[in-house]
């Protein structure tokens, strides 16, 4: 049995599992208008200053569908999610459907909320953070707090769901932290089909309009 970890004050650490519902963090902090450091959000809920152990660190993420309009932007987000894999995240995604224009979904609640009961069983962890504010993990959170596990949401207030708030034993307000990132670039905004819709038209080229000869018709 490996033997846990202690703090510089001989104090043993508690074991953390954090689980993250991509979509959700960063819709929170893009609206906050920044853009997401993965690494300082990794430290700032188990990094070594926490005095706690981090086990595992799962991102959930839906991917762009397997269409052509789509294509770019789900290469871009296969490219972070490797990014993500190589940074030491666990990382879980799903492949998304087309929605309303300019959006797709990809819901992947119930494939987190499996894995958390699945993995806390497996992992045995004091502390389960999950980085989200819907409110459909409400139940999940009670649910692992019966197995004798500590959990914690981390999210901001104007994104977090009463009935998930109550649920939890302690809330982690992410707005702090997210005061510290970058500032998002203009052209980062907007849903990426629409983004490619617009770089589309931008490089349109332009034709000059046919003048009529003898007052024909300027039409082919």
Known sequence: ?????????????????????????????????RG???????????????????????????????????????????KFMHWLRSNGFMVVTKDGSPAEEGHYKANVDVMMAIDAIELSIEMRPDVVILVTGDADFAYLATK???????????SVAANLGNT?????????????????????????????????RQQQRRTRPRFRAVQPRDGGDARA
């Open 1 to 33: 049995m490996p033997v846990r970890k202690r703090d510089p004050e001989g104090r043993q650490r508690s074991k953390v599992l954090v689980l993250v519902d991509e979509s959700n963090v960063g819709s929170s902090v893009r609206t906050a208008g």
């Open 36 to 78: 997401l450091d993965w690494l300082k959000l990794r430290d700032f809920l188990a990094g070594p200053n926490t005095g706690r152990e981090l086990i595992e660190m799962v991102v959930y993420a839906g991917l762009p569908p397997a269409i052509p309009l789509w294509q770019e932007e789900r290469d871009k987000k296969n």
């Open 144 to 154: 692992l707090r019966r197995h004798g596990i500590r959990v914690e949401v981390a």
């Open 164 to 196: 998930l708030r109550s649920a939890a034993n302690d809330v982690i307000d992410l707005a702090p932290l997210f005061r510290t990132f970058e500032l998002m670039k203009t052209q980062d905004a907007g849903p990426p089909a629409q983004r490619a």
